[in-house]
Every structure is written in structure tokens, then in C-alpha cells.
Antibody, heavy 119, light 109 residues
Framework: EVQLVQSGAEVKKPGESLKISCKGS????????IGWVRQMPGKGLEWMGI????????RYSPSFRGQVTISADKSINTAYLQWSSLKASDTAMYYC????????????WGQGTLVTVSS | QSVLTQAPSASGTPGQKVTISCSGGTSNLGNNPVNWYQQFPGAAPKLLIYRSNQRPSGVPDRFSGSKSGTSASLAISGLQSEDEADYYCAAWDDSLNVVLFGGGTKLSV
């Protein structure tokens, strides 16, 4: 069974760093892309970027390039989304999702990680 | 503001057929397939329709998708109360090099 399991909810202060994770199982982790999607409170879905764990090829939405870093550790089937300095506006639910090809449909999704940034 | 445009809300009564539309441009829907996602409150999105008209295993055939030019539609026939959810269209944009999501349509049954 394909599963993407994300790390738990986080509460952080502005300026702090954070790295959340997404662990894949039940499939060949290195042959599918993992994308990240933001959903701000009460709002719609926004595509942030995507990584191919097989060779770490990474692509970012222009809206998020320079704001976050996407990475993966194929030895432990885990993808990451990290911030070096959080802002209150980063408060959102973050989902990881699997795609066979970059930009194609996301067929499996993680359960989401809620990030709250507040002083 | 989404480049893929959806009506914010739609409604129907049980048993009825409802259609949710998604409008885009030549660099996204005009050139690439559309995918549809269903999201219930407090839950992760779920793939409902892919490559414009394909249903993943387990999705009832009451759900169907189509695309023509720069517009796409999701049709739900035999509407059920359990279909009450948010529905998002999505497509790759060749100019922006991003996956675009529509703003979402909240379906009330």
C-alpha cells in the first residue's frame, strides 16, 4: 500500500527555522516525484515545488523560490520542506504528494503538516 | 488570484447532476490535461479525475471529466450528500513552469 506519512504539527516563532518531512512507503521512492502544496487557512491549494528523489532534480514555483528549500534523502525514503526564517504568513497546512512525472497528477497525498508561526 | 478560474460555489439536490467548470488559457488547459481533486474539510486532497477524463481506481463512475480548448468540466451525476466537498482543478502551465490550481468550488448538496 502506497503511503506518504508527514511529520507532526509545528508551532514556531517568527525568525525560527523549520524542516518538515514526508516519508514514502509501499512503492519505489526514487522513481516518483514528490511535490509540496501549501494551503493557507480557509484558502485554496498552491503548488510550491517538486523533487525527484532519484537524482534530487528540484523545481520551484517562482512564488516560493528562495523562500523554502526542498530536499530528499533517498536512503530513508523521505522528502523535506524547510524554512530558514519563518514568517507569520507561513502559517498554513503543507501537503506532500506523489507524481509519476513533474507537473502531472498527484495520485497519493500525505495527511498534511500544520505549521503555525506566531510570536 | 488563480490563473485557472472556478466558480466559488455550486449546489444541487440529491440525485441531480451538477457541473463544475474550470477556465484557463492556452499555456495551461489549452496545452495540457486537467486534473481534479476532491477535498473534505480537515482532510488532504484526493485525486478524482486525471488526464482530463480518467478515473482512478475506486472513484465512482458518477464522476466524469472533460476538456475542450481552454476550458474543463467536472460532472457529478446522481448527486449524493457525501459529495459535499471542495473541488479543485489543476494543470501544468508551460509559461510559468508551475502546476496551477483553480481557486476551488465548494459544492453544497
Amino acid at each position: 500500500e502506497v503511503q506518504l506519512v508527514q511529520s507532526g504539527a509545528e508551532v514556531k516563532k517568527p525568525g525560527e527555522s523549520l524542516k518538515i518531512s514526508c516519508k514514502g512507503s509501499g512503492y519505489s521512492f526514487t522513481t516518483y516525484w514528490i511535490g509540496w502544496v501549501r494551503q493557507m487557512p480557509g484558502k485554496g491549494l498552491e503548488w510550491m515545488g517538486i523533487i525527484y528523489p532519484g537524482d534530487s532534480d528540484t523545481r520551484y514555483s517562482p512564488s516560493f523560490r528562495g523562500q523554502v528549500t526542498i530536499s530528499a534523502d533517498k536512503s530513508i525514503n523521505t522528502a523535506y520542506l524547510q524554512w530558514s526564517s519563518l514568517k507569520a504568513s507561513d502559517t498554513a497546512m503543507y501537503y506532500c504528494a506523489r507524481s509519476a512525472y513533474s507537473g502531472h497528477e498527484a495520485d497519493y497525498w500525505g495527511q498534511g503538516t500544520l505549521v503555525t508561526v506566531s510570536s | 488570484q488563480s490563473v485557472l478560474t472556478q466558480a466559488p460555489s455550486a449546489s444541487g439536490t440529491p440525485g441531480q447532476k451538477v457541473t463544475i467548470s474550470c477556465s484557463g488559457g492556452t499555456s495551461n488547459l489549452g496545452n495540457n490535461p486537467v486534473n481534479w481533486y476532491q477535498q473534505f474539510p480537515g482532510a488532504a486532497p484526493k485525486l478524482l479525475i486525471y488526464r482530463s477524463n480518467q478515473r482512478p481506481s475506486g472513484v465512482p463512475d458518477r464522476f466524469s471529466g472533460s476538456k475542450s480548448g481552454t476550458s474543463a468540466s467536472l460532472a457529478i451525476s446522481g448527486l449524493q450528500s457525501e459529495d459535499e466537498a471542495d473541488y479543485y482543478c489543476a494543470a501544468w502551465d508551460d509559461s510559468l513552469n508551475v502546476v496551477l490550481f483553480g481557486g476551488g468550488t465548494k459544492l453544497s448538496v
